[in-house]
């Protein structure tokens, strides 16, 4: 979708933001950017080049995104340890961020939890305030996307991010016999990255087929190195005797005596049934945007038919139906860090021209042409690693949707059948599932299919969950800030 532009004087009177300061003299623009990952860092850098002084509000301690997280300052492993092939990427971003730092107005652990009226909210610990912006460039970064399957709310069940989570900034693995589940890059990653750290992996399954890899290599090859890059990780597990199983099918998550993980059952693609006995299960497939800011900044949504999802509606530039917000990274479009490093910069080059700033206009075409390549290799990813749609549909009535509300999929399915509602917020009204403190992000893809499968409509008949505000939980101390 390309939203119509606008002059910056008109959003600036849409907002309600003054042209000049309380002296008379011309006043720099506001820009707020959210999110400190490889596309925040971007978006800030370009910026700065222009000569203003952005806001960067950023949820994390520290700036680098989930991919780039760095480490605690008292821990001392290598970047090479942490981050694997990616290490340099990393290391840029980083030494980008740190030269920024004394011209941009930084605010780390701090929670945007809504925008409104041409404001974001914000929260630090238990301290709220607002920013008024001219413009605003959402980089929100994304989340695991999760296929619910049987037992898999028992303890010691985790996302492939949370399991990264813990190994970046704790420096633990989050179990003695670690099974690694879903699907993509990510996946690999991990694994590898699990056993740089020394952490005992007891398999890794992979529901997409190899055969799908080969399928797609056309478009893998548009990024020849990141290609590579992932047939190393997949070699380090051969060479460590890791059991690797592709186009598996998860059956169950089994649970202990004391209601902790206990082992993984599958079948593998001729039907034969596995049982790998563990202590902990980190699953994902893929990732998904984090839209909820962008829904309450009043920007439009599309249906994106080859992720099976809604995405944020921009132009090729991040431009959103929104008066000067814009989206870029993962937040945006799944594409990657190295695209989001790209999409960061020309989210930044979009609001400077809207704002009259002069913007070399070859440099744009030269991250147009950065992304075209990303937007391949990524299509081909999604041919390489499907999200499993057939699993939601075959998925068991016992399995729990909804880990929240502690919903299952036969509940949700009943509701649809006797109800009529194949909408996903109608459903939700009836079953809870996508009303917890989640707000969707872990059920509402695969309970969207699920809802389409007992339906009979199309998956973006469905729709989507509406964002609400607070976007993640509020502290009840949180103290509303003086007028």
Avoid at 76 to 88: H, M, P
Avoid at 179 to 194: E, I
Avoid at 262 to 281: I, L, N, P, S, Y
Wanted: aromatic share 6%; with cysteine.
């Amino acid at each position: 979708m390309e939203p119509p532009a606008s002059g910056p004087r008109e959003a600036r009177e849409s907002q309600g933001a003054p042209d000049e300061d309380d002296r008379g003299a011309p006043r720099a623009p506001r820009i707020v950017i959210v999110g400190a990952g490889p596309a925040g860092v971007r978006a800030a850098e370009a910026l700065v080049a222009a000569g203003l002084r952005p806001t960067l509000i950023d949820e994390g301690r520290r700036a680098g995104g989930q991919i780039y997280r760095r480490q605690p300052e008292t821990f001392t492993r290598s970047y090479a340890k942490l981050y694997g092939t990616e290490a340099s990427r990393a290391a840029a971003i980083h030494q980008t961020f740190d030269g920024l730092l004394d011209r941009i107005d930084y605010r780390p652990e701090t929670l945007v939890w809504n925008i409104s009226g041409g404001r974001v909210w914000t929260l630090t610990g238990a301290s709220e305030a607002n920013l008024a912006y001219d413009a605003l460039i959402i980089c929100a970064g994304a989340t695991d996307r999760l296929m619910p399957v049987k037992g898999w709310n028992a303890a010691g069940t985790y996302t492939l991010g949370a399991a990264q989570i813990a190994l970046k900034a704790q420096a633990c693995a989050i179990g003695r016999q670690v099974v690694l589940m879903g699907t993509g890059p990510l996946l690999y990653l991990l694994a590898s990255q699990y056993l740089q750290a020394g952490a005992p992996l007891a398999a890794v399954l992979d529901t997409s087929p190899v055969w799908r890899r080969i399928a797609a290599l056309p478009k893998l090859l548009a990024s020849p190195q990141v290609l590579w890059n992932g047939l190393v990780l997949t070699g380090e597990l051969r060479r460590a005797g890791v059991r690797a199983y592709t186009g598996i099918l998860p059956v169950e998550i089994e649970r202990g005596t004391e209601g902790g993980v206990a082992a993984v059952t599958f079948e593998t693609a001729r039907g034969t049934r596995h049982r790998v006995e563990c202590d902990a299960v980190a699953m994902g497939w893929h990732l998904r945007p984090e839209t909820q800011l962008a829904d309450l900044a009043r920007c439009e949504f599309v249906f994106d038919p080859a992720s099976r999802q809604w995405v944020v509606g921009r132009d090729a530039c991040g431009r959103t139906s929104a008066q000067r917000v814009y989206v870029a990274g993962d937040g945006a479009y799944i594409l990657g860090a190295r695209a989001a490093e790209t999409a960061g910069s020309l989210a930044a080059l979009a609001l400077l021209q809207d704002l009259d700033f002069p913007v070399n206009e070859s440099e744009i075409r030269v991250r147009h042409r950065e992304l075209a390549k990303w937007i391949r290799f990524a299509a081909g990813l999604r041919e390489a690693f499907p999200w499993p749609q057939p699993q939601a549909v075959a998925m068991s009535d016992e399995a729990i949707i909804c880990r929240c509300e502690s919903i299952a999929a036969g509940e949700l399915r009943r509701v649809v059948r006797d109800t009529g509602a194949a909408e996903a917020n109608r459903a939700k009204a009836f079953t809870r599932v996508g009303m917890g403190r989640c707000q969707g992000r872990y059920c509402a893809h695969a309970g969207a299919e699920v809802i389409a499968a007992a339906a009979g409509v199309g998956l973006d008949q469905v729709g989507r969950l509406r964002g609400q505000a607070p976007v993640k939980p509020f502290p009840i101390e949180a103290v509303e800030p003086a007028q």
